[in-house]
């Protein structure tokens, strides 16, 4: 089994000309996941890690089953409107346009060592916004991961100041 073998490709979402990769089979299958999961955690290493990042939506997933193993508290980064409390915002651009992430204030601590999670590392913009809320807060970035990195859209150097890994590289 290749973890590969559970992304869907969806041509034209969410407009023309972008080819989504699709990790909802991926989620539907129990095995997959743990042997996702374990390809994640072998990225970690022994990395000292206090927090984990899921950024909205899709890094949640992982980013909480992450913390879960690695017994360490999850920070959930969101769109506008959506955290209760007081938030840092960031404003980024994507692959098909221009958003803001939010993190709550209080949700690092100064010093805090943070691995930031998402599913896909596209254009490296989500990924920079998350990095810039987590050093608002005052967290050290340990390391940025993805289940998957698009290569050609050179994502990974918007990130060039931290660790990147990935499962896959397409």
């Known amino acids: 089994m290749s973890i590969e073998d559970y992304i869907r490709d969806i041509q034209d979402f969410p407009k023309r000309g ?9 989620l539907g ?19 000292k890690i ?17 913390a879960q ?13 959506k955290l209760p ?4 915002k960031e404003p980024y651009s994507l692959e098909y346009g221009m958003d803001v992430l939010e993190i709550h204030e209080d949700a690092i601590q100064k010093g805090e060592r943070v691995l930031i999670h ?6 490296g913009g ?6 810039n809320l987590v050093k608002k807060c005052g967290g050290e970035i340990v390391q940025c991961n993805f289940i998957m990195q698009i290569d050609f859209l050179r994502g990974n150097e918007k990130l060039k100041s931290y660790e990147v890994a990935s499962v896959l590289n397409y």
Do not use: Q, Y
């Open 18 to 26: 972008v080819v989504f990769k699709d990790i909802t089979p991926l």
């Open 29 to 47: 299958d129990p095995i997959a996941v743990n042997l996702c999961l374990d390809v994640l955690l072998e990225k970690v290493g022994d990395k």
């Open 50 to 66: 206090d927090k984990v990042v899921g950024i909205e939506s899709r890094g949640f997933f992982f980013g909480m089953l992450l």
């Open 69 to 81: 193993k690695l017994n360490v508290g999850f920070v959930p980064i969101r769109k506008p409107g």
């Open 85 to 88: 409390f007081e938030t840092f």
């Open 118 to 123: 998402d599913d896909v590392l596209a254009t």
């Open 126 to 131: 989500t990924a920079r916004a998350a990095c």
